[in-house]
């Protein structure tokens, strides 16, 4: 499991709790990610006005795996769904082989 916040357009680590199984997620503590690339990312995002997507001038996204969200479009879409539901999917996005699910409590969905 792994806490994270938003720093700018980027999520970085800031708690870990890794799993005892052999096949797990190593531990990311400090580390960051593109917002977009990650399920920590996506539900922050609609909470926070400040990292609005909308002001970003590029209309392409930076990928880290082929599933990676790469187009604004597309990410507005996924974050439209993520007000609506209050939690996150990230599908190989970040990394190969990796799924993660996050969700913000308390359930913040702005104005």
């Given amino acids: 499991m792994h806490v994270g916040t938003l720093d700018g357009r980027l999520v970085r680590f800031i ?9 797990r997620v190593i531990s990311r503590l400090g580390s ?4 977009h690339c990650t399920s920590t990312g996506k539900v922050y995002s609609p909470a926070y ?3 609005s997507w909308t002001s970003c ?3 392409h996204l930076e990928p ?4 990676s969200v790469r187009t604004l479009t597309e990410l507005r879409t996924q ?17 190969e082989g990796v799924a993660s699910v ?3 409590y ?3 969905v702005p104005g």
Avoid: D, M, N, W
């Avoid at 974050?79 to 190989?92: D, H, M, N, P, T």
């Fill in 106 to 108: 308390p359930k913040v």
């Fill in 15 to 23: 708690a870990t709790l890794e799993s005892p199984s052999a096949v």
């Fill in 32 to 35: 960051t990610r593109p917002a």
């Fill in 49 to 51: 006005p400040t990292t």
């Fill in 79 to 95: 974050l439209a769904e993520v007000r609506k539901s209050g939690f996150a999917i990230s599908r190989q996005e970040s990394e």
């Fill in 64 to 67: 880290l795996t082929e599933h």
């Fill in 102 to 104: 996050a969700v913000r």
């Fill in 57 to 59: 001038t590029r209309p």
